[in-house]
């Protein structure tokens, strides 16, 4: 089936380092892609998405781009802040031939950003 | 506008007790989602509601978990008897249409 493969944390950085947290996907068809942002005491937020090959999905100054040759959607910030200090979700949904869009995520990746 | 809200944000219980999450949906949100979290693992879909009708619960572990959305609402999540693997991070999520979904904060749930 569909899954989602992020790399290990913790992610430890000081500010203003570059950032890349890699996310590789397994999936038929054209799935749709994701990353997700969870601040400490807080919901999930959609940090950015991609829908097709080769789009580029930009927030906040993170960047991610759908590579569909190496399955891959790895996000990218070029100056980290402590305020970026959350754990990042990868994820997918895959509509098929089905109605649902429901979200496959990887396992999430905790970055610590150091003043 | 508010956004997704769940209740309890905690709950610890006994092994054995019953416990009902219960989620309010963005308002004229049509499509419902419940996911969960084990400890330090991904983030697992248990199901999804169009309105009041179940579209996917092809997530849902095993016959102890019962979710209902009565009216098309608000959405409950039970659970009973409740297991010491039950523990994890309960989220809801709605969206109007396709698969850009508004999260909620989740209800942290232990059993002990």
């Known amino acids: 089936g569909d899954s989602v493969t992020q790399m290990e944390g913790p992610v430890t950085l000081s500010e203003e380092a570059f950032l890349t947290i890699n996310c590789t996907y397994t999936a038929t068809g054209y799935p749709s892609l994701f990353w997700y942002v969870q601040y400490p005491g807080e919901g999930l937020q959609l940090l950015l998405k991609a829908t097709k090959a080769d789009d580029k999905g930009s927030n906040k100054g993170f960047e991610a781009t759908y590579r569909k040759e190496t399955t891959s959607f790895h996000l990218e910030k070029g100056s980290v802040q402590v305020s970026d200090s959350a754990v990042y979700f990868c994820?997918?949904?895959?509509?098929?031939?089905?109605?649902?869009?429901?979200?496959?995520f990887g396992t999430g990746t905790l970055l610590a950003v150091q003043p | 506008e508010a956004g997704v809200t769940q209740f309890p944000s905690h709950s610890v219980i006994e092994k054995g007790q019953t416990v009902t999450l219960r989620c309010d949906p963005i308002?004229?949100?049509?499509?419902l989602y419940w996911y969960r979290r084990v400890m330090g693992k991904e983030i697992k879909f248990l199901l999804h509601f169009v309105k009041e009708s179940k579209q996917d619960e092809s997530g849902m572990p095993n016959n102890r978990f019962l979710a209902e959305r009565t009216g098309g609402t608000y959405s409950t999540l039970k659970v009973q008897p409740a297991e010491l693997e039950d523990s994890g991070v309960y989220f809801c999520?709605?969206?109007?249409?396709?698969?850009?979904?508004?999260f909620g904060q989740g209800t942290r749930l232990t059993v002990v």
């Open positions: 999520a709605s969206s109007q249409r396709g698969p850009d979904a508004f």
């Open positions: 308002s004229g949100h049509d499509n």
């Open positions: 994820a997918l949904t895959n509509r098929g031939g089905g109605a649902t869009n429901k979200l496959i």
